[in-house]
């Protein structure tokens, strides 16, 4: 009963802080729509996705620093799946940003993909920055996934 409230909180966590990053989300598009400019809806597009990434995992890794296990950081899982969606993410708002306005081209994948691919890698992101966490005195048997 004590797991089921403590996944249940989360839950209802992390749905309080969708509801407030969707009255967020009006504002920054109401804002973006009168200056003309898309940086602002670009870039928390991009990272609001990230935040919902790192709570969806902060349960678990809660619970991993819990335990006291000494931690160490799985830099072959966040190369290969952590960086190619960090590109994607950085590359939502970069080209919109005043430090990549007018020379830095927006990726063609990001042109006919809509929000739904820098979310889904915003999202990825954030997940792996924590799961790529591991505990050492793990069994080496063990495939970590």
Do not use: H
């Not at 799946?81 to 990549?100: K, Q, R």
């Amino acid at each position: 009963m004590k797991r089921f409230l403590y996944y249940f909180v989360w839950t209802l966590t992390i749905g309080f802080i969708l509801y407030i990053g969707m009255q967020l989300q009006d504002l920054v598009v109401e804002r973006s729509q009168m200056t003309f400019n898309p940086f602002p809806f670009q870039a928390y597009m991009a990272l609001f996705s990230v935040v919902i990434g790192l709570l969806i995992r902060m349960p678990k890794f809660l619970l991993q620093i819990k335990k006291r296990d000494s931690l160490t950081y799985d830099w072959i899982k966040f190369t290969a799946i952590g960086l190619p969606t960090l590109y994607v993410v950085v590359m939502t708002f970069l080209p919109f940003s005043p430090l990549g306005e007018g020379w830095l081209p927006i990726p063609s994948f990001l042109l006919f993909g809509g929000a739904t691919i820098p979310t889904i890698a915003g999202l990825v992101f954030g997940y792996i920055v924590l799961a790529s966490f591991k505990a050492t005195n793990a069994s080496k048997s063990k495939v970590n996934v």
